[in-house]
């Protein structure tokens, strides 16, 4: 299983980043997909997480500016980022149950 993620790159604070996770196969029907992050010097953590039935979950810093969604007949997994802070600045994964995708550096300017 390979998760391939893309879309990071350099915003500004207040602009938008969309990133996209394309799997290897199928695997998004069968486990929940979800976005971490970790910043420098910061443990990584939960972003945001879908299940099989569509239920998603934020972590409380990004509630309200991030959405996940997901594609399965494209075996894809979204993270539209609005309204980015500084403090979003981190190194994001994508993960589909026990598989992890490379990371993608978001950097928000100020």
């Known amino acids: 299983v390979q998760l391939q993620a893309s879309g990071g790159g350099l915003a500004q604070a207040g602009g938008s980043l969309r990133l996209t996770c394309t799997a290897s196969?199928?695997?998004?029907?069968?486990?929940?997909g979800a976005w971490y992050r970790q910043a420098p010097g910061k443990q990584r953590e939960l972003v945001a997480r879908i299940s099989l039935d569509g239920i998603t979950n934020y972590a409380d810093s990004v509630k309200g500016r991030f959405t996940i969604s997901r594609d399965s007949a494209k075996n894809t997994v979204y993270l539209q980022m609005n309204s980015l802070k500084p403090e979003d600045t981190a190194v994001y994964f994508c993960v589909a149950g026990i598989y992890w995708g490379q990371g993608t550096q978001v950097t928000v300017s100020s």
């Open positions: 196969g199928r695997i998004f029907n069968i486990y929940t």
